[in-house]
């Protein structure tokens, strides 16, 4: 990507970033604010998707730009579903597969492009079964003892292993492997909150995402 270009969309990066935050932290100071936050949350992810797409292109790596395909649609669909139509239970629904089967595709997808830039990251790759061993060992049987359809219990299982490999080959990455490692943070400590507490998915815990969003798409900037 031209200099010209990077320092422009950094820029942009940059206003967006302090606008975001801003919306984060005044969001419960004024009536609307946490609904508006969510709006700008659900623009800002998806924007920040398809920017990933165009910086993929620009570096030719297309599975980079089919991974964050995947993570356009999921994010506009996960929006609309609680910021449109106000769902937050969908277990054993059709519904759930359509935000969490592109999801899983992100991270599958995702997990190839950065084993095909590093191949050999060994030593992440094994962090990455380590934990992913760790969790299940320490996860498994609560999720297994969850009344949940099975479908709910398999993609908890099929998380658990991508965010883990996420999570290995993201180490060393410069600013995009600290987004991959704030996805898989993200996604171990949301499906610990459903598993150990119940909690539905809340703004602050997007928050990651998107600022996970915002690393990934910077580094790729400058690839």
């Keep these: 990507m031209r200099i010209g270009k990077t320092e422009n969309l950094a820029k942009a990066l940059g206003v967006f970033s302090l606008i975001y935050m801003g919306l984060f932290f ?6 609307g604010g946490q609904l508006l936050f969510g709006w700008v949350n659900l623009l800002l992810q998806v924007w920040l998707d398809l920017v990933a797409i165009g910086c993929a292109r620009k570096i030719g790596s297309r599975l980079f730009g089919i991974a964050f395909l995947f993570a356009a649609f999921t994010d506009l669909v996960y929006g609309l579903k609680l910021q449109v139509f106000g769902i937050t ?17 992100f991270q599958v997808f995702s997990l190839a492009a950065l084993a095909k830039s590093n191949p050999k990251k060994s030593i992440s790759a094994g962090v990455a079964v380590i934990l992913f061993i760790g969790v299940l060992v320490g996860m498994g049987p609560s999720v297994m003892a969850k009344p949940w359809p099975f479908q709910t219990k398999f993609i908890h299982f099929a998380c658990f292993m991508f965010e883990s490999g996420l999570f290995g080959f993201g180490l060393g990455r410069g600013k995009i492997g600290i987004g991959f490692l704030i996805i898989a943070s993200y996604g171990l400590l949301l499906q610990s909150m459903e598993i150990y507490s119940g909690l539905e998915v809340g703004l602050p815990i997007e928050f990651l995402w998107t600022s996970a969003l915002l690393f990934i798409v910077s580094g790729l900037s400058r690839e």
């Design 26 to 31: 005044q969001r419960t100071r004024w009536e």
């Design 89 to 105: 239970h969908d277990m054993g629904t059709p519904l759930e597969w359509l935000v969490n089967g592109p999801y899983l595709l």
